[in-house]
């Protein structure tokens, strides 16, 4: 790791084009949910195992309330049914 500060995105020095810097991985926040990261990667968990996701785009679980942890699998979400007077119809 590096211990200088990282240049901000777009701060125009081109679009990663500089010889012997690896591409940077887009990691963004969903908002009340998970980490989203372009894929593939690895996760060092805290036992030291190692665990991979090939998928383009991988939801990282934020809450620790996962089964699939530290992949995400919407346990954040409410589970609550919709009343039946709104309308709505919703799976659990």
């Known amino acids: 790791m590096s211990t200088s ?52 785009v991988v939801a990282v679980c934020t809450c620790r309330r996962s089964l699939l942890y530290p992949f995400c699998d919407t346990s954040h979400r409410s589970r609550q049914r919709p009343d039946a007077s709104s309308g709505e119809s919703r799976e659990p």
Request: aromatic share 4%.
């Open 5 to 56: 500060p990282e240049e901000p995105v777009g701060s125009g020095s081109g679009s990663g084009s500089d010889p012997g810097r690896e591409e940077a991985r887009r990691v963004w926040q969903e908002p009340g949910g998970p980490m989203l990261i372009e894929g593939p990667v690895e996760f060092v968990t805290e036992d030291g195992s190692v665990v991979r996701s090939d998928r383009p």
